[in-house]
T-cell receptor
Framework: SQQGEEDPQALSIQEGENATMNCSYK?????LQWYRQNSGRGLVHLILIRSNEREKHSGRLRVTLDTSKKSSSLLITASRAADTASYFC?????????????FGTGTRLKVLA | ETGVTQSPTHLIKTRGQQVTLRCSSQSGHNTVSWYQQALGQGPQFIFQYYREEENGRGNFPPRFSGLQFPNYSSELNVNALELDDSALYLC?????????FGPGTRLTVL
């Protein structure tokens, strides 16, 4: 079963707009990661945020984590057509560094040129 | 692009058959994890191998089994295939600091 869910399930925006995706999870975690997947292929790691962190930035990506609400958000600013993909959050509830991740259900993002 | 490779890329089997999927890990990584991703769903953890030993298992029946070799490459074996086994199978290789996913094997069971 999935650890959590992403919201919305699908999102369609115009190029240049910002995209925000949310992830909720069920148990306490060591860290949370966001991944991108193009066309049902391999997963590309985007960003990792640890349970003691509240916000991280990487280029056009901004991730927040609220452990009290068991939720995280991914913001992609100034979106591009190349950002079209599915985005997943994954939580590591086991021993830190063991990479036994539980993935959410994903948000399908479509960026229109 | 990562150094994690999987073979084959696509595979079609019939119900009841057996299948073996392969994963070559990134240089310097000693751990391989396998995930099953059904269409429209997130990946689900099958099991993980660390230094040739199973190191954790998800909620999958025993007909899903694996191996890890001394060079840290790995195999996923599925016996008595069922229609619901149709999915993208992803492997991920890791060390304590990083994890990289392979491109996946698309398995179709008819």
């Amino acid at each position: 079963s999935q650890q959590g869910e992403e919201d919305p399930q699908a999102l369609s925006i115009q190029e240049g707009e910002n995209a925000t995706m949310n992830c909720s999870y069920k148990t306490s975690i060591n860290n949370l990661q966001w991944y991108r997947q193009n066309s049902g292929r391999g997963l590309v790691h985007l960003i990792l945020i640890r349970s003691n962190e509240r916000e991280k930035h990487s280029g056009r990506l901004r991730v927040t984590l609220d452990t009290s609400k068991k939720s995280s958000s991914l913001l992609i600013t100034a979106s591009r057509a190349a950002d079209t993909a599915s985005y997943f959050c994954a939580t590591d509830a086991g021993t830190s560094g063991t990479y036994k991740y539980i993935f959410g259900t994903g948000t399908r993002l479509k960026v229109l040129a | 692009e990562t150094g994690v490779t999987q073979s084959p890329t696509h595979l079609i089997k019939t119900r009841g058959q057996q299948v073996t999927l392969r994963c070559s890990s990134q240089s310097g990584h000693n751990t391989v994890s396998w995930y099953q991703q059904a269409l429209g769903q997130g990946p689900q953890f099958i099991f993980q191998y660390y230094r040739e030993e199973e190191n954790g298992r998800g909620n999958f029946p025993p007909r899903f089994s694996g191996l890890q070799f001394p060079n840290y490459s790995s195999e996923l074996n599925v016996n008595a295939l069922e229609l619901d086994d149709s999915a993208l199978y992803l492997c991920a290789s890791s060390n304590i600091n990083e994890q990289f996913f392979g491109p996946g094997t698309r398995l179709t069971v008819l």
